[in-house]
């Protein structure tokens, strides 16, 4: 009655994967110099954006 489902399970790892290749693209891009925003970085934080969708507030 009160379990996760496992639907509500995928989209936090969803949610989680999509962070951490936004994060680790940033990292990438602040030891490489880029200061502006870049395609990837658009793309990765739509991704991020769009897997938040399906992910309660209190699970981010």
Do not use: C
């Amino acid at each position: 009655m009160f379990g996760r489902k496992s639907s509500s399970t995928d989209a936090v790892t969803a949610h989680k994967a999509a962070l951490k290749a936004l994060h680790d693209n940033q990292r990438a891009e602040q030891a490489a110099g880029i200061r502006e925003e870049t395609d990837t970085y658009r793309e990765l934080n739509a991704a991020v954006h769009e897997a938040e969708k399906h992910v309660p507030w209190y699970r981010r």
